[in-house]
């Protein structure tokens, strides 16, 4: 870190770095009254902001702008704090570096952070066209257009599935490796190119498809899980959590499998972003497991049915509360108005197909949790 004047005692200097090719404009909220930033260009593709910000804890966004002018917000801030102790603080690529007043810098941290308030997109603006009367209309799920379309609609947030096939990261919920009758799906999108072209502002329920080969008709929990198989998903976890890590601009996203396994290895394997576990079931027995098993995982989060829920929502919220897990809600029971305005009134976040605007596209009241 360069060294720079003196910092006045009751303030630090907090400077961000980024690399993009696209105009920037940086956005604070938080101890102080709304600041936005313009970045000035350093060398080849950074940018870069300066400002001296009392102790206290904020929100910085992207704001991205166009060609023609046309101006997006990032719609989930990142949060971080400034400490009476720090001096300066570099905020790169979601990684944060403080030095004291002393001089001596202090460790690096990551900014792990629960980004998705409100509604989420399922596979981008809803389910297939041919299975479900939400999806009439609308482009094919999982793919660039139905996630740009679930932005348009005031998404926070889409859920997509990924899987790993033939060496490559595909954006993809049928198994791109199980040849049936009517032949395997063909991919159409690879998870690098949906996070450099989706709209900037739009984070992330990056579900991680993991297919044990050979089952028959057993489950995958229920499968021996040979070495053959551990190596593939390590191979995946891996592969998936380099791509969002050099992804550009940096994705606000939470990552959730049905495999308790893949959610271990996601959680190891990466220091920035939230872990969900994705029960099963339908009833209040298997979410209260799924809330047990999450939590002897140490992860952030539990995926459960709207359904069992609805069964037993008092016990199931107290458990989640007791456990310190952050809930989110899918299954078919989320396309009903009742169940979303009922979800809404308790600030947890769901998959859904049936997409309601916004009054205000950019309102964010519950933006990032610390």
Not at 187 to 214: C, N, T, V
């Amino acid at each position: 870190m360069s060294k720079s004047p003196p910092i006045p005692s009751q303030t630090c200097l907090v400077r961000w770095r980024a690399e993009s090719s696209l105009a920037l404009a940086l956005d604070i909220s938080g101890g102080v009254e709304k600041k936005n930033i313009p970045g000035r260009r350093e060398h080849r593709r950074h940018h870069a902001w300066e400002v001296s910000l009392p102790a206290g804890k904020y929100y910085y966004s992207w704001v991205f702008f166009s060609g023609q002018g046309e101006k997006a917000q990032s719609r989930t801030p990142f949060p971080f704090s400034v400490g009476e102790a720090d001096r300066r603080i570099e905020i790169d690529g979601g990684k944060i570096r403080r030095e004291g007043r002393e001089g001596r810098f202090l460790a690096a941290e990551s900014q792990r952070t629960w980004p998705v308030p409100g509604q989420i997109g399922h596979r981008g603006d809803g389910a297939k066209a041919s299975s479900s009367p939400q999806g009439r209309g609308k482009a094919k799920e999982n793919t660039l257009a139905s996630v740009r379309a679930a932005w348009e609609k005031g998404a926070t947030a889409v859920e997509v599935d990924v899987q790993l096939h033939q060496g490559v990261i595909w954006v993809e919920h049928d198994d791109l490796g199980n040849p049936d009758p009517e032949g395997p799906p063909t991919p159409r999108l690879r998870l690098s190119e949906l996070l450099r072209q989706a709209p900037p502002g739009l984070a992330f329920d990056l579900e991680i498809k993991f297919f044990p080969r050979d089952l028959g008709e057993v489950r995958p929990s229920r499968q021996d899980f040979s070495q053959s198989d551990s190596f593939k998903v390590i191979q995946l976890v891996s592969q998936v959590t380099q791509e969002i890590s050099q992804a550009w601009p940096r994705r606000n996203l939470f990552l959730s499998s049905f495999d308790s396994r893949v959610c271990a290895l996601a959680l190891a394997m990466q220091k920035d972003y939230f872990v969900f576990l994705l029960a099963e079931g339908r009833g209040r027995g298997e979410a209260l497991r799924c809330l047990e098993t999450a939590k002897l995982l140490k992860l952030q989060g539990a995926g459960i049915r709207g359904i069992s829920l609805l069964g037993g929502s008092g016990e199931i919220l107290e458990a989640a509360a007791e456990k310190g897990l952050t809930l989110v809600v899918w299954g078919e029971e989320t396309n009903s108005a009742p169940v979303r305005k009922f979800l809404a009134q308790k600030e947890i976040p769901f998959v859904t197909d049936s997409l309601e605007p916004p009054a205000d596209p950019l309102e964010n009241k519950n933006p990032t949790r610390y």
